[in-house]
């Protein structure tokens, strides 16, 4: 070996020495620690309790006796990316979404192009609010191999407020009262309609 070829593996074996001092140095101060929380949230996409069974939602019937339209435009700005809602209003990357409620499902809207599996999964069949609720639940189970990204929402009672919000928008299919008070009118006015049993 010259003189040369020995510098050069000298300066290799330094550099490779100085790496790996600056390796274990700089471990002491940046320790890598698994986060707390794994990923970042993702608007619309339900998160799974560990260990613990999801809660099951109420009937949408009697959720959408309690909903407030109002709040459902709140929750409607999530969809105002892809979807308009005005009368007459363009299609855009997803339908306009007036008078939805109570509309066939696939159909209408301008010519749309929906795709082909919600078109199968929605033959026959119209935009009824327990339709309206899977469907904004979740897109893609509701008709596997949907158009349509968004997750869904998570919160039921979003939904029912989204579904009333989309109800006030030329549709105004009739909301169910809610079932505690139509139960005790119901009580009410059997009281009152019974006859008197006459005395004997």
Same mark, same amino acid.
């Given at each position: 070996?010259?003189?040369?070829?020995?510098?050069?593996?000298?300066w290799v074996l330094a550099a490779a020495g100085t790496a790996?001092?600056?390796?274990?140095?700089?471990?002491?101060?940046?320790?890598?620690?698994?986060?707390?929380?794994?990923?970042?949230?993702?608007? @619309?996409?339900?998160?799974?309790?560990? @260990?613990?069974?999801?809660?099951a939602d109420k009937p949408i019937m009697e959720m959408m006796a309690a909903a407030?339209?109002?709040k459902g435009a709140e929750v409607f700005k999530k969809c105002a990316a892809c979807h308009t809602i005005a009368q007459g209003g363009a299609n855009g990357i997803g339908p306009n979404l007036w008078a939805t409620a109570g509309e066939p499902i696939?159909?209408?809207?301008? @010519?749309?192009?929906?795709?082909?599996?919600?078109k199968t999964k929605g033959a026959g069949q119209s935009w009824t609010f327990e339709n309206l609720n899977e469907w904004l639940k979740s897109p893609r189970k509701f008709a596997e191999?949907?158009?349509m990204t968004?997750? @869904?929402?998570?919160?039921?009672?979003?939904?029912?407020?989204?579904?009333a919000y989309l109800n006030a928008q030329g549709s105004g299919l009739p909301i169910p009262a809610a079932a505690a008070a139509a139960d005790g009118d119901t009580a %009410?006015?059997?009281?009152?309609? %019974?006859?008197a049993t006459p005395a004997k």
């Open positions: 070996m010259d003189i040369r070829t020995n510098m050069i593996a000298g790996l001092g600056l390796s274990i140095v700089s471990g002491n101060f940046f320790k890598a620690e698994r986060p707390e929380k794994m990923g970042y949230a993702i608007e @619309g996409v339900e998160e799974a309790s560990e @260990g613990a069974a999801p809660e407030v339209p109002d696939a159909a209408g809207k301008g @010519g749309y192009a929906f795709s082909d599996a919600l191999g949907t158009k968004f997750a @869904g929402l998570a919160d039921a009672e979003d939904r029912a407020n989204v579904i %009410a006015e059997g009281d009152a309609a %019974a006859p």
